[in-house]
Nanobody, 124 residues
Framework: QLQLVESGGGAVQPGGSLKLSCAAS????????MAWFRQVPGKERGDIAE?????????????TYADVVKGRFTISEDNAKNSLYLEMNSLKPEDTAVYYC????????????WGRGTQVTVSS
């Protein structure tokens, strides 16, 4: 079964940067959409419905971003390494959250594969 493992989270001051990585346990080719979601403090961690979309990258390449991160975050992938990335710049305290990597096959309505998340804390 496909497994996703996030890494790269940590504590950073406002204005700082972090780069998150998500490693997939197997190659998924070009038949999947991938995304980063986040869950802010105070939300039930296990509840997928409480997670907000941050950025997506479609199977054929186009990317989308939540308005609150546009211009600051960049999603990318390296299919040769079965990896997804999220480069985060100009971080703000409101970016503090658990960040999750997710995948869904092309044609699925919802993301069905999730990692366990990595904590990002932005504070001075």
């Amino acid at each position: 079964q496909l497994q996703l493992v996030e890494s790269g989270g940590g504590a950073v001051q406002p204005g700082g940067s972090l780069k998150l990585s998500c490693a997939a346990s197997e190659s998924t080719g070009s038949d999947y959409h991938m995304a980063w979601f986040r869950q802010v403090p105070g939300k039930e961690r296990g509840d997928i419905a409480e997670r907000e979309g941050v950025a997506t990258i479609d199977a054929d390449g186009p990317t989308t971003y939540a308005d609150v991160v546009k211009g600051r975050f960049t999603i990318s992938e390296d299919n040769a390494k079965n990896s997804l990335y999220l480069e985060m710049n100009s971080l703000k305290p409101e970016d503090t959250a658990v960040y999750y990597c997710a995948k869904k096959p092309v044609g699925w309505a919802d993301f069905g594969y999730w990692g366990r998340g990595t904590q990002v804390t932005v504070s001075s």
